[in-house]
């Protein structure tokens, strides 16, 4: 009786256990070298999951704007008016997982990726903190150890606001806890930012690669904004304008060693991080099997067993 009693103790703490853990919110880093995929696939895999998305890159992005617009040129020694700038400033990351855009590189397949709206002080920065000026400076505002501290802040904030909570399901094996979570890009995620998630992924693909890709995507705006606006179809802007392959693999391979090498939270490979070298991949492939490590992780069913 008693031995009864101990083994319907030990199953219901087990399932109090099993619930709990799938109960708890769910946290995915994703981190790498520049183009190598991280938010498009962040964006797909919170998709996926049914989590919020945070790209941290975009924060470090805004700081930068603002210390372009404000005539910071140089952060060694304006760091201190960036900072309280930074502290003054509101950032918000708009994840939009029902307006999808294929996403433009024909090689991601079928998979539709979710659109990000960035909002500084309400203002929607998307557009602006991806041109080539805020490329040139990102990696130097990102290497001061009082701008990192300022963006931290925020960065925890948004990712509080922006997981999802755990939710039950009716799967026919009765009913199922399903977890909320968020999944956060960057270059310090799973290093400094969560040092705890649940699931580290560092993304990486070969430089020629990530810089083919980056022109693609740069080509397919340029396709969509020639066939929006006449203008430009006529060849107002010159293609001169925009970069060579060998232009972005120089300032990819340039923001990398500066990533790489700064004091301050560099870009490494966390040691319990799964390391996914995407060259020869396809978008689907990569979204589907760090969907499945997630799934795997939270006691869920796989769904991609096909891959
Ligand atoms: O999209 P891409 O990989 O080109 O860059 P991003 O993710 O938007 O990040 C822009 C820059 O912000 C990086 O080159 C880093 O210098 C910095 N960054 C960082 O230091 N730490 C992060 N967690 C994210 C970005
Ligand atoms: O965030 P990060 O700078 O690391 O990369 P991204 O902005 O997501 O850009 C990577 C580009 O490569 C996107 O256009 C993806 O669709 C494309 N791509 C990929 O990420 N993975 C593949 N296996 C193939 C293409």
Not at 108 to 137: A, Y
Not at 188 to 211: H, Q, V, W
Not at 239 to 249: F, L
Request: with cysteine.
């Amino acid at each position: 009786m008693l031995c009864l009693r101990a083994t319907l103790c030990r199953r219901a703490s087990q399932r109090l256990l099993v619930h709990r853990r799938l109960a708890r919110d769910f946290t995915i880093a994703i981190d790498g070298p520049a183009a190598s995929g991280k938010s498009s696939t962040a964006r797909a895999v919170a998709l996926e999951l049914g989590f919020g998305y945070i790209d941290s890159g975009s924060i470090y992005r805004c700081a930068t704007l603002l210390a372009l617009r404000n005539n910071i040129a140089d952060v060694s020694t304006g760091a201190t008016d960036l900072i309280d700038l930074i502290n003054k400033s509101s950032v918000n990351i708009k994840f939009q997982p029902s307006s999808t855009r294929s996403a433009p590189n024909l090689i991601t397949g079928r998979l539709s990726v979710p659109d990000v709206r960035i909002l500084l002080n309400e203002e929607d920065v998307s557009e602006e903190i991806r041109k080539p000026e805020v490329n040139r400076l990102v990696a130097k505002v990102a290497s001061d150890g009082g701008v990192r501290t300022a963006v931290l802040g925020i960065q925890r904030a948004l990712a509080g606001a922006a997981e999802t909570r755990s939710t039950s399901v009716a799967g026919k094996d009765g009913v199922v806890s399903v977890p909320g979570g968020v999944v956060m890009d960057g270059r310090d995620i799973g290093t400094t930012i969560f040092p705890n998630a649940e699931l580290k992924i560092y993304l990486d693909a070969s430089a020629m690669a990530r810089a083919i890709r980056r022109w693609d995507e740069m080509n397919s705006s340029l396709k969509q904004a020639r066939a929006a606006d006449p203008a430009l179809a006529a060849g107002d802007k010159a293609p001169a304008e925009y970069p060579s392959v060998e232009d972005i693999a120089r300032e990819l391979e340039e923001r990398d060693y500066a990533d790489i090498n700064r004091e301050h939270s560099p870009l490494r490979i966390a040691k319990d991080a799964v390391v996914i070298d995407n060259t020869a991949m396809t978008f689907e492939q990569q979204v589907y099997s760090i969907a499945d490590l997630a799934r795997d992780r939270m006691g869920l069913e796989r769904k991609h067993d096909d891959l």
